[in-house]
């Protein structure tokens, strides 16, 4: 909690810097558990929305893939069902090529025996033999017809029966591409119809906001920070922190501030803003309250100075209004005493 005058030189300073954009992701750091969790928490609380825009239109192509796959087994079955009705006929066919096969041979046969016992007969009835020869060119004839026509049959069968084999495997292959839609479909409706809410991601962020502070504050390490425009925060907070600033800036609020600061500087804070001892004197006893070194937010990233077009911002101002209806959705509380001050636990 800074003096006026020098949050609005940090202000100006860090209002005229470069802009340092920070990764929008999630926990990066090997940081503490409860840092981490939180970090996760806020970045799906920002993104649940574009996160369930994102299943519905997932769901939506879904639906669409099992209205493709229902056609494709209707066709599949149609076509099993045609391909085992050609199968059946074909096979009924190649029965009574079969069959007629056995019955010229055995014409043939009945033929050759006639012609043998003619052959033999004393004296030869010429009428006869020539009779029985023909009988048996005829039942040979037939017989070579029947072949033709068993083997014409058999061809058939081998084709009808790989058919078969192709329309079984096609239906297998469109029923478990059908199963396989449904199920991602019914997975997809599952995870929107218990998918957690911004607003209650943001809550569930809040109650563990204490703990971050408990967590981070005794490893903290200034590699722990990144920039936001300009603005030095724990980078378990500088998504949420970005994503502040943009949403504000789109609804015409522009806020920048001062985040991070060393030890050192808020030992000097606490001499500059006549705070009557620096270790042990509360922050109320100062000219402008001041927490004791080791006590400040700042000194671990956690806690932002807001200011907007380079001054400090008071309750009577646009970025008070719109961070007061706004800010929690970013995790960021006020400190009631300080307009300006905003943090992960309002402290």
């Not at 750091?29 to 928490?41: I, K, Q």
């Not at 970005?242 to 522009?254: F, L, N, T, Y």
């Not at 501030?257 to 804070?269: A, C, D, K, P, S």
């Not at 270790?279 to 070194?293: E, F, H, K, L, Q």
């Amino acid at each position: 909690m800074p003096s006026r005058r020098f949050a609005a030189a940090v202000t100006l300073t860090l209002a005229t810097a470069a802009p340092i954009l920070a990764v929008p992701t999630a926990a990066q750091a090997a940081v503490p558990e409860a840092a981490r969790n939180y970090s996760t928490l806020m970045y799906r609380s920002l993104t649940a929305d574009a996160t369930m825009a994102k299943l519905r239109a997932t769901l939506a192509e879904q639906k669409k893939t099992v209205t493709v796959r229902d056609t494709e087994v209707a066709a599949a079955t149609r076509n099993d069902a045609a391909v085992q009705r050609r199968l059946s006929a074909v096979t009924v066919a190649h029965q009574d090529a079969r069959d007629r096969l056995a019955a010229a041979e055995q014409a043939l046969n009945e033929a050759k025996g006639d012609l043998s016992v003619v052959t033999k007969q004393r004296p030869r009835k010429k009428a006869a033999l020539d009779l029985a020869q023909k009988a048996v060119v005829s039942a040979t004839t037939s017989r070579d017809i029947r072949r033709k026509k068993l083997h014409d049959a058999a061809a058939l069968l081998t084709a009808a029966r790989t058919n078969a084999k192709t329309a079984a495997a096609e239906l297998t292959t469109a029923l478990t591409a059908h199963g396989a839609a449904t199920t991602a479909t019914e997975q997809t409706r599952r995870r929107i119809a218990t998918a957690a809410t911004a607003a209650s991601l943001a809550a569930q962020a809040s109650t563990i906001s204490k703990t971050v502070v408990d967590q981070v504050r005794p490893t903290f390490a200034i590699t722990d920070t990144t920039a936001v425009y300009g603005v030095t925060v724990h980078r378990n907070v500088a998504f949420a922190f970005k994503r502040m600033v943009d949403d504000a800036a789109a609804a015409g609020v522009q806020i920048s501030g001062g985040g991070f600061r060393t030890r050192q500087r808020q030992i000097e804070l606490r001499t500059i803003n006549g705070c009557p001892d620096v270790w042990t004197a509360p922050a109320s006893s100062c000219r402008v309250p001041t927490a004791i070194p080791g006590r400040s937010l700042h000194e671990i990233g956690l806690a932002v100075d807001i200011s907007s077009g380079g001054k400090t911002i008071s309750r009577k101002t646009k970025a008070f209004t719109w961070l007061r209806a706004n800010a929690a959705k970013y995790g960021y509380v006020n400190l009631p005493s300080e307009a300006w001050h905003w943090s992960i636990t309002g402290g």
